[in-house]
């Protein structure tokens, strides 16, 4: 298997939730500490939180009761 070496530009981070995601999650910022530390695991901020990359933050929500296909995605895109 090989690994791409590719630069990295996009993280997404998904939290599954067991209801359809609100408009409050987002405001609360339900699982952006995963996203925070995967930053932190790619470089992009300081372990104290300080950007190192200027990237913007995308916060979705997905609700799917019938499938049980409920979760928040929260994703961090490289700025130019």
């Known amino acids: 298997m090989s690994m791409s070496t590719a630069p990295l530009t996009e993280i997404t981070v998904r939290i599954p939730l067991n209801r359809p995601p609100s408009e409050k999650d987002r405001q609360a910022g339900v ?11 790619v470089g992009w901020v300081e372990e104290a939180g300080m950007a190192l990359k200027r990237f913007k933050i995308i916060f979705t929500g997905h609700g799917d009761a019938e499938r049980g296909e409920n979760y928040i995605e929260w994703k961090a895109v490289l700025q130019e």
């Open 31 to 41: 699982g952006i500490e995963f996203l925070e530390q995967r930053l932190f695991q």
